[in-house]
């Protein structure tokens, strides 16, 4: 508990963009994986984005390709997700994730530490 925090989440026009952001802790830093879940109402939790321990591989939802880019700054532990053009299938709660790689992206069960969510909202 405690490990990760995400904010950034607020109400977006379709159309626009936000920054969602994340800090971690020394534990969730350094040598862990990261990535970007969301869940809208109704829906299971979906993977968004990923990127890795040192921020050189990254890896995206087809869903969100080419309008999102995931960046981290280990240093500040820090963990970022642009994304523009919102949809407002976009709506969704936003989590950050972190974990040992282990070949999945999308793979729930292999991120350890979850962060409670932010939410974002885009209307049309």
């Known amino acids: 508990q405690g490990q990760l925090r995400e904010s950034g989440g607020r109400l977006v026009p379709a159309g626009g963009s936000l920054r969602l952001s994340c800090v971690g802790s020394?534990?969730?830093?350094?040598?862990?994986?990261m990535a970007w879940f969301r869940q809208a109402p109704g829906k299971e939790r979906e993977f968004v984005a990923w990127?890795?321990?040192?921020?050189?591989?990254?890896y995206y939802a087809e869903s969100v390709k080419g309008r999102s880019t995931i960046f981290r700054v280990n240093a500040k532990m820090l963990m970022f997700l642009d994304l523009s053009m919102l949809k407002t299938e976009d709506t969704a709660v936003y989590y950050c994730?972190?974990?040992?790689?282990?070949?999945?992206?999308?793979?729930?069960?292999?991120?350890?530490?979850w962060g409670q969510g932010t939410q974002v909202t885009v209307s049309s």
């Open positions: 994730a972190a974990g040992y790689f282990s070949g999945s992206y999308d793979d729930l069960g292999d991120y350890d530490y």
């Open positions: 020394d534990r969730t830093f350094g040598d862990m994986a």
């Open positions: 990127i890795s321990w040192s921020g050189g591989a990254t």
